[in-house]
Nanobody
Framework: QVQLVESGGGLVQAGGSLRLSCAAS????????VAWFRQAPGKERDFVTA???????VYADSVKGRFAISRDNAKNTVYLQMNSLKPEDTAVYYC???????????????WGQGTQVTVSS
């Protein structure tokens, strides 16, 4: 049974930082692309960032230079370091895993339950 479990969300003031974690089990984690998506109230789920099996990363323009994704294959965990947070970063953040390198959410077959990030102004 595949499980992705996010943690690390919370309430932070604008300009602050948070680090999210996504712990995976039940799949060959080291060869999967893992991504973060986010969904704000009343909006669609948007791509944030992804990291491939080789460590190659891609970011949405809105988070470039502020967010950093990394992975520790020994721990089957992906991290999202979020710095210089803005109120518009407020959303539920989901991690997802795919056997292909893609930014298309439809290609991700495994999802976590999400973790709330709230940035106050």
């Amino acid at each position: 049974q595949v499980q992705l479990v996010e943690s690390g969300g919370g309430l932070v003031q604008a300009g602050g930082s948070l680090r999210l974690s996504c712990a995976a089990s039940g799949l060959p984690f080291s060869i999967y692309t893992v991504a973060w998506f986010r969904q704000a109230p009343g909006k669609e789920r948007d791509f944030v960032t992804a990291i491939g099996w080789s460590g190659k990363t891609v970011y949405a323009d809105s988070v470039k230079g502020r967010f950093a994704i990394s992975r520790d294959n020994a721990k089957n965990t992906v991290y999202l370091q979020m710095n210089s947070l803005k109120p518009e970063d407020t959303a539920v953040y989901y991690c997802a895993a795919s056997s292909v390198a893609t930014m298309d959410s439809a290609q991700y077959g495994f999802w976590g339950q999400g973790t709330q990030v709230t940035v106050s102004s």
